[in-house]
């Protein structure tokens, strides 16, 4: 059998969930014909075939996740190389390893690192399993893939609730690692709409002001490859939007916001959100984002405390607009106000260029 295995899907995607297949075992196949549908973090993805054969086994069914370099059809065929093959070792024969210490006492057996290979103790890491608490029915008490799914399968029914699919899967995944990496800081601010003909709908005037803002204070940093780059450094802004759907958080990004019109700004914008809403949006839109933008507001709310998910080192968010009485030239007057949040990572951003970032994004946003 020769395998065909799941493709690197982009940037990041390194699983994705079995939506339909489009071929049955026994089929024959064209090359480029559609096989499977899959759902990555990203979006929906058609995934064609490689090459002209008939079709020997299909890996997974609807609903299953497989990692990337995994074995997604089989083709009949002469036999490759099954070490090149991502969790095909683990239905190989007898262990190659002793398991018992010459001169230990029988329970010494009982402290031995539970068996596996590689790619089962992978998976347990990820489904946050313990080895140790699973009985082996592979060949000498070899833990199978088929143990760890069986086991986090019971675990999810005795926990009831519901499964995280898709988007609300890479989110929760994305919360976790911000969590466990991020040391989040937020100031708040208000930007003073009143020489707006009409403070409305802000999102290009705001996309505009963070570039402006980013001009000003450019050191205002993102990580890549382990190092810290300044805005200016990455020569254009690619700002991330943030967008809620039923499905979850998307955050597609619009290229070079600096350097493009407002009208060419407001259809690229109008254009992804369609595309978010039809999940017919390419991978390759949602990665790279230099900063990102949460117009949260547009629900409800006035601040938050946005969540920054690396490699990005800071995320700005936009409350709904509020008429508010102000004081103006010794009056009190009653003007259009926008609140505005900054969280940054403090390990690469100093409480003083993100106070001043901050600044030079209210001033940008209530120039006439």
């Not at 996740?65 to 090149?84: F, K, M, N, R, S």
């Not at 991330?240 to 619009?254: E, K, N, S, Y």
């Amino acid at each position: 059998m020769k395998y065909f295995k799941l493709p690197d899907l982009g940037e990041g995607l390194q699983e994705a969930e079995i939506v339909q297949w489009h071929v049955n075992v026994g089929d024959s196949v064209k090359a480029d014909q559609l096989l499977v549908s899959v759902e990555t973090a990203k979006a929906l993805v058609d995934i064609p075939a490689p090459h002209d054969g008939v079709v020997a086994k299909t890996f997974g069914k609807e609903g299953d996740i497989l990692h990337v370099g995994e074995p997604l059809l089989g083709y009949e065929g002469e036999d490759d190389d099954a070490g090149t093959v991502v969790g095909r070792l683990e239905g190989g024969g007898s262990a190659q390893a002793d398991s018992f210490f010459v001169g230990a006492a029988p329970s010494t057996r009982e402290h031995l690192a539970p068996r596996a290979t590689p790619a089962v103790r992978q998976l347990a890491r990820q489904l946050g399993l313990e080895l140790s608490s699973l009985a082996g029915t592979g060949p000498d008490g070899l833990v199978t893939r088929a143990d760890v799914e069986l086991a986090a399968q019971s675990a999810r029914e005795s926990f009831g609730g519901e499964k995280l699919r898709g988007v609300r899967r890479s989110m929760a995944i994305n919360m976790a690692r911000s969590h466990a990496e991020v040391v989040p800081v937020t100031i708040f601010g208000d930007a003073d709409l009143h020489r707006w003909p009409q403070a409305r709908d802000p999102l290009v005037r705001l996309t505009k002001a963070i570039a402006a803002a980013c001009e000003v204070e450019p050191i205002l940093n993102s990580w890549f490859d382990g190092r810290a780059l300044s805005i200016r450094q990455h020569q254009k802004l690619d700002l991330g939007i943030a967008v809620d759907t039923p499905d979850g958080l998307f955050v597609p990004v619009v290229r070079d916001v600096g350097g493009r019109a407002a009208d060419d700004l407001k259809e690229g914008l109008a254009r992804l959100r369609a595309d978010v809403k039809a999940r017919s949006i390419p991978p390759q839109e949602m990665m790279g984002a230099t900063i990102t933008l949460s117009n949260f507001g547009m629900l409800f709310g006035r601040y938050a405390n946005p969540v920054v998910v690396p490699p990005q080192v800071a995320i700005i968010g936009a409350g709904g607009i509020r008429e508010e009485p102000v004081a103006w030239q010794g009056k009190v007057e009653i003007h259009p106000v926008l609140p505005l949040s900054l969280t940054f990572d403090h390990r690469a951003v100093t409480g003083g260029e993100a106070a001043r970032f901050l600044k030079a994004l209210v001033e940008a946003l209530e120039a006439p």
